[in-house]
Protein backbone atom coordinates (compact mmCIF):
# COMPACT_ATOMS: atom_id res chain seq x y z
CA UNK A 1 0.00 0.00 0.00
CA UNK A 2 1.42 3.67 -0.83
CA UNK A 3 1.93 6.29 1.70
CA UNK A 4 -0.99 7.99 -0.07
CA UNK A 5 -3.53 4.99 0.32
CA UNK A 6 -2.05 4.56 4.16
CA UNK A 7 -2.76 8.43 4.69
CA UNK A 8 -6.13 7.79 3.21
CA UNK A 9 -6.57 5.52 5.09
CA UNK A 10 -6.04 7.16 8.20
CA UNK A 11 -8.25 9.77 7.11
CA UNK A 12 -11.17 7.80 7.14
CA UNK A 13 -10.58 6.37 10.46
CA UNK A 14 -10.80 10.04 12.12
CA UNK A 15 -12.63 10.15 15.25
CA UNK A 16 -15.65 11.89 13.68
CA UNK A 17 -16.51 13.35 10.47
CA UNK A 18 -16.84 16.96 9.31
CA UNK A 19 -20.62 16.46 9.79
CA UNK A 20 -20.54 15.01 12.99
CA UNK A 21 -18.47 17.84 14.73
CA UNK A 22 -20.85 20.35 13.40
CA UNK A 23 -23.54 18.61 14.70
CA UNK A 24 -21.71 18.37 18.24
CA UNK A 25 -20.75 22.18 17.94
CA UNK A 26 -24.30 23.28 17.10
CA UNK A 27 -25.70 21.08 20.07
CA UNK A 28 -23.23 22.95 22.19
CA UNK A 29 -23.72 26.29 21.31
CA UNK A 30 -27.51 26.15 21.26
CA UNK A 31 -26.34 24.84 24.82
CA UNK A 32 -24.33 27.90 25.81
CA UNK A 33 -27.51 30.10 24.50
CA UNK A 34 -29.71 28.11 27.44
CA UNK A 35 -31.57 25.55 27.53
CA UNK A 36 -30.50 22.47 25.16
CA UNK A 37 -32.11 22.48 21.97
CA UNK A 38 -34.42 20.02 20.20
CA UNK A 39 -33.84 18.57 16.48
CA UNK A 40 -35.58 21.19 14.71
CA UNK A 41 -33.51 24.02 16.78
CA UNK A 42 -30.46 22.36 15.23
CA UNK A 43 -32.30 21.61 12.05
CA UNK A 44 -32.61 25.73 11.66
CA UNK A 45 -29.03 26.33 12.95
CA UNK A 46 -27.21 23.76 10.21
CA UNK A 47 -30.03 24.73 7.50
CA UNK A 48 -30.65 20.83 7.13
CA UNK A 49 -33.65 18.67 7.87
CA UNK A 50 -35.73 17.76 10.77
CA UNK A 51 -35.13 14.23 8.74
CA UNK A 52 -31.60 14.70 8.51
CA UNK A 53 -31.06 15.99 12.35
CA UNK A 54 -33.18 12.86 13.41
CA UNK A 55 -30.72 10.40 11.06
CA UNK A 56 -27.66 12.15 12.82
CA UNK A 57 -29.18 12.09 16.20
CA UNK A 58 -28.92 8.37 15.78
CA UNK A 59 -25.70 8.20 15.07
CA UNK A 60 -24.24 10.33 17.54
CA UNK A 61 -26.14 8.73 20.49
CA UNK A 62 -24.83 5.21 19.33
CA UNK A 63 -21.91 6.75 20.04
CA UNK A 64 -22.73 8.16 23.13
CA UNK A 65 -21.57 11.42 21.95
CA UNK A 66 -25.44 12.54 22.96
CA UNK A 67 -28.83 11.90 24.89
CA UNK A 68 -31.91 12.80 24.30
CA UNK A 69 -34.37 13.57 27.20
CA UNK A 70 -38.31 13.11 27.37
CA UNK A 71 -38.86 16.45 26.60
CA UNK A 72 -36.81 15.55 23.22
CA UNK A 73 -34.03 18.09 24.15
CA UNK A 74 -30.40 16.84 23.19
CA UNK A 75 -27.57 16.85 25.77
CA UNK A 76 -23.90 16.71 24.86
CA UNK A 77 -22.96 13.10 27.16
CA UNK A 78 -19.09 13.71 28.46
CA UNK A 79 -17.55 12.19 25.76
CA UNK A 80 -19.38 14.36 23.50
CA UNK A 81 -18.60 17.43 25.25
CA UNK A 82 -14.66 16.38 25.58
CA UNK A 83 -14.52 16.11 21.87
CA UNK A 84 -16.69 19.83 21.26
CA UNK A 85 -13.90 21.33 23.67
CA UNK A 86 -11.28 19.61 21.86
CA UNK A 87 -12.61 20.45 18.55
CA UNK A 88 -13.17 24.42 19.13
CA UNK A 89 -10.21 24.90 20.93
CA UNK A 90 -8.05 23.49 17.98
CA UNK A 91 -10.68 26.36 15.51
CA UNK A 92 -9.69 28.97 17.80
CA UNK A 93 -5.53 28.20 17.82
CA UNK A 94 -5.84 27.60 13.70
CA UNK A 95 -8.18 30.98 13.20
CA UNK A 96 -5.67 32.79 15.07
CA UNK A 97 -3.15 31.04 13.07
CA UNK A 98 -3.83 31.85 9.68
CA UNK A 99 -5.24 35.32 10.87
CA UNK A 100 -2.57 36.51 12.69
CA UNK A 101 0.85 35.20 11.70
CA UNK A 102 -0.18 33.84 8.19
CA UNK A 103 -2.23 37.21 7.09
CA UNK A 104 -5.56 35.47 6.12
CA UNK A 105 -8.45 37.36 6.31
CA UNK A 106 -10.95 37.10 8.58
CA UNK A 107 -13.58 34.98 6.88
CA UNK A 108 -11.00 32.93 5.03
CA UNK A 109 -9.15 32.03 8.15
CA UNK A 110 -12.93 31.00 9.89
CA UNK A 111 -13.35 28.74 7.19
CA UNK A 112 -10.21 26.93 6.39
CA UNK A 113 -10.18 26.36 10.13
CA UNK A 114 -13.63 25.04 10.35
CA UNK A 115 -12.05 22.68 7.27
CA UNK A 116 -9.10 21.78 9.32
CA UNK A 117 -10.53 21.49 13.11
CA UNK A 118 -11.26 17.59 13.45
CA UNK A 119 -8.50 16.49 11.30
CA UNK A 120 -5.41 17.85 12.81
CA UNK A 121 -4.19 15.68 15.19
CA UNK A 122 -4.10 16.01 18.76
CA UNK A 123 0.36 16.06 18.89
CA UNK A 124 0.04 18.74 16.04
CA UNK A 125 -2.57 20.94 17.86
CA UNK A 126 -0.77 21.03 20.56
CA UNK A 127 2.34 21.68 18.90
CA UNK A 128 0.37 24.56 16.89
CA UNK A 129 -0.54 26.45 20.27
CA UNK A 130 3.21 25.78 21.68
CA UNK A 131 4.25 27.90 18.08
CA UNK A 132 1.26 30.20 18.53
CA UNK A 133 2.48 30.78 22.32
CA UNK A 134 6.12 31.28 20.97
CA UNK A 135 5.23 33.89 18.21
CA UNK A 136 2.74 36.02 20.32
CA UNK A 137 5.21 36.28 23.39
CA UNK A 138 7.13 39.62 23.31
CA UNK A 139 10.79 38.15 23.49
CA UNK A 140 12.59 39.56 20.53
CA UNK A 141 13.33 36.37 19.22
CA UNK A 142 9.52 36.03 18.69
CA UNK A 143 9.06 39.21 17.52
CA UNK A 144 12.25 39.56 15.17
CA UNK A 145 11.47 35.90 13.69
CA UNK A 146 7.88 37.27 12.66
CA UNK A 147 9.13 40.62 10.85
CA UNK A 148 11.74 38.61 9.38
CA UNK A 149 8.34 36.18 8.34
CA UNK A 150 6.75 39.38 6.60
CA UNK A 151 9.47 41.03 4.72
CA UNK A 152 10.54 37.96 3.13
CA UNK A 153 7.22 36.81 1.90
CA UNK A 154 5.68 40.66 1.34
CA UNK A 155 8.70 41.43 -0.96
CA UNK A 156 9.33 38.14 -2.77
CA UNK A 157 10.07 39.54 -6.19
CA UNK A 158 7.99 38.21 -8.73
CA UNK A 159 9.66 35.16 -11.14
CA UNK A 160 12.21 34.69 -8.32
CA UNK A 161 12.97 31.31 -7.12
CA UNK A 162 14.32 30.16 -4.08
CA UNK A 163 14.77 26.85 -2.07
CA UNK A 164 11.36 25.77 -1.44
CA UNK A 165 9.72 27.36 -4.66
CA UNK A 166 12.17 25.32 -6.92
CA UNK A 167 10.84 26.13 -10.42
CA UNK A 168 8.22 28.93 -9.97
CA UNK A 169 7.41 30.62 -6.83
CA UNK A 170 4.23 29.35 -5.16
CA UNK A 171 3.31 32.53 -3.96
CA UNK A 172 2.75 33.83 -7.63
CA UNK A 173 1.00 30.40 -8.59
CA UNK A 174 -1.22 31.06 -5.59
CA UNK A 175 -2.47 34.30 -6.99
CA UNK A 176 -0.10 36.33 -4.76
CA UNK A 177 2.22 39.63 -6.03
Same mark, same amino acid.
Given at each position: ???? $????K????????????????????????????R??????????????V?? $???? @????????????H???????G $????????S??Q????? @?????G??????????????? @?????????L???????????T?? $??? @???????????P????????V??????????N
Amino acid at each position: MSEY $QKMWKAFEANEISHSVAHYLLAVADHTHDGASPRAADIARTLEVSRAAVSL $QLRT @LKEHRLVEVSEDHRIHLTSVG $QDIVGRIASKRQVLRAF @LKEILGVDEATAEADACKIEH @LISEESGAALVRFMTFLRNTDTNA $QSL @LDDFNRLTTDCPPGTTCDFCVSECLLNSAGRN
